[in-house]
């Protein structure tokens, strides 16, 4: 239970998916001038992100080991991946249209997100089993969610604060995200 709490805790704070290793930056930069679109868009890709997590270690652990397939790795992750967006889309248009209607084009683009991507990849090469992929996933949703919430408040202050010009925009939004990974590198002796 221990370890859990440690593998969630570190894939939350000590190896944020953003901040620490710079993985899925666009919806940062896409979605981070409300909150209540980053809100939509957390929501949305905590969902993909958990159930991507899971199905690739499910696939890995009951199908590709056990076959010898393990060369089918990455193109199978990238299949679940985009299974799991189209499903997620699919809910998020039925269930909550007005959510839907917010994200627009940036839920589909969800299916590019290196940092699903990444964690699935993570996953897969340090052999975690389907338990530690869904904690590592639960932390890495919980994470991106936080970065990006955190970055649509800011931002949301930034646009009625006086920025100087050069920095208005991305500039200061990737200045921000810089100082907020020195930060997070302070958690660091949590994991």
Not at 59 to 77: F, G
């Amino acid at each position: 239970m221990r370890d859990l709490l440690a593998l969630l805790t570190g894939a939350m704070l000590v190896n944020n998916i953003v901040l620490t290793q710079c993985l899925g930056l666009y919806p940062l930069l896409g979605t981070s001038g409300r909150v209540g679109t980053a809100v939509a868009m957390a929501l949305a890709t905590s969902m993909v992100l958990l159930l991507a997590a899971i199905g690739c270690s499910l696939l890995e652990t009951l199908v590709l080991a056990p076959l010898d397939l393990m060369a089918l790795r990455t193109p199978c992750q990238v299949l679940v991946i985009a299974v799991t967006v189209g499903f997620t889309e699919r809910q998020v248009r039925h269930r909550w249209p007005l959510q839907h209607a917010q994200l627009g084009w940036l839920l589909p683009l969800a299916t590019a997100n290196c940092g699903i991507l990444g964690v699935t990849v993570l996953n897969g090469r340090l052999g975690r089993d389907p338990l530690e992929s869904f904690v590592i996933g639960l932390g890495s949703a919980l994470g991106f969610s936080l970065v990006l919430i955190l970055f649509a408040a800011m931002q949301e202050r930034l646009t009625v604060s006086d920025v100087p010009t050069p920095f208005r925009g991305a500039a200061i939004t990737l200045i921000t995200a810089g100082l907020a990974s020195l930060a997070f590198m302070g958690f660091a002796g949590l994991g």
